[in-house]
């Protein structure tokens, strides 16, 4: 794809996943190769997005996730990820990129939540964004999308709903209620199950039937109020722990201290009762970790081990 690079808007800064970019150079056999590969791969982005300088987050490895293994209920977070196999240079690329310091491009390791979460705070900081990722959860972000195949860009404003872009692909609020409804497989996070359809009749809840379902929305409120109502009619009673749950797995935090609260700027209730449910339960998990001698939590993707602090 032929593109013209302009030159860089004063202040723009393009925000790498070092967590995606880390599998995807990890494949990469011989170690130089990979690193110059990963390097050339942010040069092009940051160019090509405008950006004065970059950014690569990634996930600590012992990071707690934004407490997401403990919030986690209906199915484990993550878990089908256990077990599995990492490309061969994976711990290499991982090592690289967490101290990298090469020209205008620097890195940040998130310890207390997820990289995702870590490039969430930054795209509501200040000025607009550029956001380089794989990743399709951060596609409800603000900021100038810029596709990690094609290099094409989306522009995302704050607090916009519906944006289609240049990739033909889903942005916006929309994304994040979409997503509350179909799930993210990636992540082992369900969604809906099923909802209840116009013959009260329970019927998958995949993403075509989230769709339909979100047609009438115009805005993030009203989309909220559409998703609840599907969630109550599931579920029946508990239908909103249920679906607080779920929200707080695909939510990207914003706030500086990565809070389960931060879920109140979009949450469809009339009360935060279930947050504060949340908060305990997290809470009293740290408890019984630290009564037991840990520094931390358990988490199923390492068979059990403590996460840290």
Not at 51 to 67: C, F, I, N, P, Y
Not at 288 to 296: C, E, K, N, R, T
Request: hydrophobic share 40%.
């Amino acid at each position: 794809m032929q593109v013209d690079i302009l030159p860089p808007i004063p202040g723009r800064v393009l925000h790498v996943d070092g967590d995606y970019l880390a599998y995807w150079t990890g494949v990469i056999e011989d170690a130089g190769t990979a690193r110059t590969v990963a390097i050339n791969k942010i040069e092009k982005m940051q160019a090509l997005s405008r950006s004065e300088r970059s950014v690569v987050h990634l996930t600590d490895e012992a990071s707690s996730k934004g407490d997401r293994y403990i919030i986690a209920e209906t199915k484990p977070y993550q878990a089908q990820r256990s077990g599995k196999g990492k490309p061969i240079n994976w711990a290499f690329m991982r090592g690289f990129l967490s101290s990298l310091r090469f020209g205008q491009i620097t890195s940040k390791v998130w310890g207390t939540r997820e990289a995702d979460d870590g490039m969430a705070y930054c795209a509501y900081m200040g000025e607009p964004i550029a956001i380089a990722a794989k990743d399709k959860d951060m596609r409800m972000l603000p900021g100038v999308h810029i596709n990690w195949d094609d290099f094409s860009l989306t522009e995302v404003p704050r607090g916009a709903y519906d944006v289609i872009g240049a990739d033909g692909k889903q942005y916006g609020l929309k994304w994040f209620w979409l997503q509350c409804l179909h799930g993210d497989t990636a992540d082992h996070i369900p969604g809906l199950p099923k909802y209840i359809n116009a013959k009260g009749t329970a019927v998958a809840c995949g993403e075509a039937a989230a769709s339909k379902l979100l047609a009438t929305a115009t805005c993030s409120a009203e989309a909220g109020q559409i998703v609840a109502t599907a969630y109550e009619m599931y579920y029946g009673d508990g239908w909103q722990r249920k679906l607080v749950e779920q929200m707080l797995l695909l939510w990207l935090r914003t706030d500086r201290d990565a809070s389960i609260f931060d879920l109140r700027q979009v949450l469809p209730l009339d009360n935060d009762d279930e947050l504060w449910y949340f908060d305990t339960k997290i809470k009293e998990a740290y408890a019984q970790a630290q009564s037991l001698g840990g520094s931390g939590v358990p988490c199923p993707d390492d068979g059990g081990a403590s996460r840290a602090l």
